[in-house]
């Protein structure tokens, strides 16, 4: 009597067409008692579907099938679709068992190794796989569907999440009440340019910040280069081969936010990176105070003593100051600091003047602003506009599709980007004049 192994497999816990792994044993049990097999042991593979799990799945099913090399005969699936999704797998498969001395046999197809069998059996694996294809089409289609409606169909990016209401969970994506302001705060990081991916991965992993579900985030460096290259959180959908669309989420960030992350990125990118920080939370006088020999700005540094302690300085480095390389200490001057501005109070006839200028001042900026935003909505106008002469001229065969789908593309992004932009320049106007009295009147 030749001896079997069943091998069972369902691609989600939710399978359908009655394959459940119960009905697929049943039916493999069956088989192998009409067939005179002996059965000796049993394959289970559940609940994978993603492309990189199958080729995890692939190797999980050789290694089992050496595992029992030399003690069976005969490999019996409940469907050949079971066995492997695509043409090329099949046949791969095929021949490592082959080379195991071991047969395939379905419950439901009739297969055998003839040459007619063999035939027959790989035209099964062709239409299995056209049937994956279709299936993963239409998936696919349903999901750009969603990306037209502005919502977002896969998994969101760290930052946000999908709510459920009694069991179903919602289209659009929400703020993770756990971490969505760690992101921002991350975004506001980077845009000093006094952190690398590196630094940052290090610092945010020791917050110890966790999901809405109370999961621990593993940052590392790979994560926040993704995170920051991600224009979802300004409010966009990006997907690859598709055009750009407008999200209905709400942006985490400001666009101009986001787009100074990029250029920092794109700059470093092309020139080496100064790993020491320019604003180091350890020295907030560096650089600000002035050495009073040469007002040559101070620096700082921590020292190691011969005990092993860590000590912390400011110095002065040029090297024309006869106080060159002379350390002070730390708490010295911030004593000195904190002192001088208890002394310091600025003179009462300056204070009109100074009310005057600071209302002046603000009057330019908010006069920049309404600037900014006029000549972003001329920009937008103008964007609009030759969209519509580049769609035009497609229409009239001028440009080929695929370069008429990368031109409409472009100028959509340029367009949401400037839409996202105007926002920015929206500022409520103040009654500058009882707060600035009251100010005047503390100080």
């Known amino acids: 009597m030749k001896k079997a192994v069943i091998y069972l497999r369902i691609s989600s816990d939710k399978q359908i067409d009655n394959t459940s792994l119960e009905t697929q044993e049943e039916r493999c049990r069956e088989y192998c008692r009409q067939q005179g097999l002996n059965i000796i042991g049993i394959i289970k593979h559940e609940a994978v579907s993603a492309k990189g799990e199958n080729f995890q799945r692939l190797d999980d099913l050789l290694r089992s099938c050496k595992e029992y090399k030399g003690r069976f005969e005969v490999l019996v699936v409940y469907k050949l679709d079971r066995f492997a999704r695509s043409t090329l797998q099949h046949l791969l498969l095929r021949e490592e068992l082959k080379k195991l001395n071991v047969i395939l046999r379905s419950t439901s197809e009739n297969i055998d190794e003839s040459s007619q069998g063999r035939c027959i059996e790989t035209v099964m694996a062709s239409f299995n796989q056209l049937d994956n294809d279709n299936r993963r089409e239409r998936v696919k289609i349903a999901m750009y569907h969603r990306v037209d409606e502005g919502l977002w169909p896969w998994a969101p990016p760290v930052g946000y999440f999908r709510p459920k209401i009694l069991g179903v969970r919602l289209g659009n994506c929400e703020w993770d009440p756990n971490c969505a302001k760690d992101i921002i705060r991350l975004f506001e990081l980077y845009s000093t340019s006094s952190y690398t991916f590196s630094s940052l991965a290090n610092l945010m992993a020791k917050r110890g910040i966790s999901n809405y579900k109370g999961k621990r985030i593993k940052f590392s460096k790979q994560l926040i280069q993704r995170v920051l290259n991600n224009p979802f959180y300004i409010g966009i959908l990006k997907v690859k081969d598709y055009p750009i669309h407008e999200g209905k989420h709400k942006p985490l960030i400001s666009s101009s936010l986001w787009q100074k992350c990029q250029d920092l990125q794109n700059k470093k990118s092309n020139h080496a990176i100064n790993h020491r920080l320019i604003?180091?939370?350890?020295?907030?006088?560096?650089?600000?105070?002035?050495?009073?020999?040469?007002?040559?700005?101070?620096?700082?540094?921590?020292?190691?003593?011969?005990?092993?302690?860590?000590?912390?300085?400011?110095?002065?480095?040029?090297?024309?100051?006869?106080?060159?390389?002379?350390?002070?200490?730390?708490?010295?001057?911030?004593?000195?600091?904190?002192?001088?501005?208890?002394?310091?109070?600025?003179?009462?006839?300056?204070?009109?003047?100074?009310?005057?200028?600071?209302?002046?001042?603000?009057?330019?900026?908010?006069?920049d602003f309404k600037s900014d935003f006029l000549r972003k909505e001329k920009e937008i106008e103008q964007l609009t506009q030759e969209k519509k002469e580049v769609a035009i001229k497609g229409v009239k065969g001028i440009y080929p599709d695929l370069t008429l789908k990368e031109m409409l593309s472009d100028y959509e992004q340029k367009i949401l980007f400037s839409k996202n932009s105007l926002n920015e320049f929206h500022h409520e106007e103040l009654d500058l004049d009882p707060m600035l009295d009251k100010g005047l009147q503390t100080i």
């Not at 109070?345 to 908010?366: A, C, M, N, S, T």
């Open 279 to 367: 604003e180091n939370p350890d020295f907030p006088l560096r650089r600000f105070t002035l050495c009073g020999f040469c007002n040559h700005p101070l620096t700082a540094c921590w020292t190691k003593g011969g005990s092993g302690g860590r000590y912390a300085y400011y110095y002065c480095v040029n090297k024309n100051c006869s106080k060159y390389g002379v350390m002070v200490k730390k708490g010295d001057l911030h004593d000195e600091f904190f002192d001088y501005l208890e002394i310091t109070k600025p003179i009462k006839d300056y204070l009109p003047l100074f009310k005057v200028v600071f209302i002046g001042r603000y009057k330019e900026r908010q006069n």
